[in-house]
């Protein structure tokens, strides 16, 4: 499938989600059963996007600060993220703390 | 002026002056969505065109990592499609307002309904009962956000061709799904599907056709529920 096709289908899946309850004849409601797992998508997803990203270093586990600069910057980054909840300061000093290892180690 | 094109008017722009501070978390992740579109296998001009095809950010960004790491299509689609099975909640939340809206509204505004557009309406259709009014503020919020995402997202592109490898901006894509995790984890049950979708994503990562992220993503969302049930 080319990647043209896999994006095609995605715009309209992701089309489709948004429209669902909107689009659909009468008063339907979303049941507890359905909206309690969704509360639970976003911090599920963008941790399994986030944890591999930082703790796997050309496909292996590196959890050594002294080897991994990622992970420290990570870590910071984090922090930032949790004190400020702002993207651009959070993108800064992971960037920048990234750099600064790389040159030192 | 007539009463009509004033409703339209005052909805509008106070929708767009609504999700304005918003943007701040908006520019830097286009920017970077850009650069990592340009790249990557994906390559600009496709990598641009998921910001009309697709429109959610964070579903774009995973794509594009995705498809540029070779993993298998259809699990690029079910792991889009869960990172956006979010919009089921907002899509069911917005029902009752959008049903006020004409048939066509009721169509074609869904493609703007994003985390955002969805947040500052919410908001505010608890202090409105004009249809008119809720369908312009919403459409002031999210025509904000798309041209906002447009300009952001295809400046990222130009300027990906320009950047050197050995800036290491690929590592902007985590620091940015950084920034969306930290706020989502409210309470202990978000944060136990947090630590297990990514500790699970992170031991699966070795699985066939890139299925680790979508692995961990559906047993961080099955622990998430269970910690709920069981500190209640």
């Known amino acids: 499938m080319t990647a043209a096709l896999v994006v095609v289908i995605i715009g309209v899946g992701t089309y489709l989600t948004r429209l669902s309850f909107i689009g659909a004849l009468g008063t339907r409601s979303m049941p507890e059963w359905a909206v309690q797992p969704l509360r639970y998508v976003a911090p599920a997803v963008l941790a399994a996007l986030v944890v591999p990203a930082i703790a796997l270093r050309d496909g292996a586990f590196d959890l050594a600060p002294g080897t991994n600069p990622r992970l ?9 993220a949790w004190r400020t ?3 651009a300061a959070v993108i800064v000093v992971g960037m920048a703390t990234l750099w600064i290892l790389q040159a030192v180690l | 002026m007539n009463q009509v094109s004033n409703v339209r008017r005052r909805g509008t722009l106070d929708g767009s002056r609504s999700v304005a501070p918003l943007l701040v978390g908006v520019v830097p992740f286009g ?13 600009g001009g496709l990598g641009y065109a998921t910001s009309i095809i697709i ?23 079910a792991t889009a499609l869960v990172i956006n099975a979010r919009h089921l909640m907002y899509s069911a939340a917005m029902a009752p307002h959008f049903r006020e809206f004409p048939t066509a509204s009721r169509f074609t505004l869904p493609y703007l309904l994003t985390d955002q557009a969805f947040a500052v309406s919410i908001i505010r259709y608890d202090e409105t009962t004009d249809p008119r009014y809720k369908r312009w503020f919403y459409f002031g ?19 990906g061709a320009q950047v050197p ?9 985590p620091l940015v799904f950084l920034a969306l995790l930290i706020p989502v984890v409210r309470n202990r049950p978000a944060l136990v599907a947090a630590l297990v979708g990514g500790g699970v994503a992170l ?10 992220l979508i ?3 559906i047993s961080g969302v099955i622990a998430g529920v269970v910690a709920e049930r069981a500190t209640r």
Request: proline share 1%.
């Open chain 2, 31 to 43: 920017l970077v969505f850009g650069v990592a579109a340009a790249g990557s296998v994906v390559g």
């Open chain 1, 85 to 87: 909840k702002n993207v």
């Open chain 2, 141 to 159: 919020a999210g025509i904000t956000l798309w041209i906002a995402w447009q300009i952001t997202t295809a400046t990222g592109v130009l300027l």
């Open chain 2, 203 to 212: 031991l699966a990562s070795g699985a066939p056709y890139g299925l680790g």
């Open chain 1, 72 to 80: 420290v910057a990570a870590l910071l980054a984090a922090l930032v």
């Open chain 2, 215 to 217: 692995i961990g993503a």
């Open chain 2, 165 to 173: 490898e050995s800036w290491s901006l690929e590592f902007a894509i």
């Open chain 2, 55 to 77: 429109f959610a950010g964070a579903a774009q960004l995973a794509t594009i990592q995705l498809l540029d790491a070779g993993v298998a299509a259809l699990v690029v689609i």
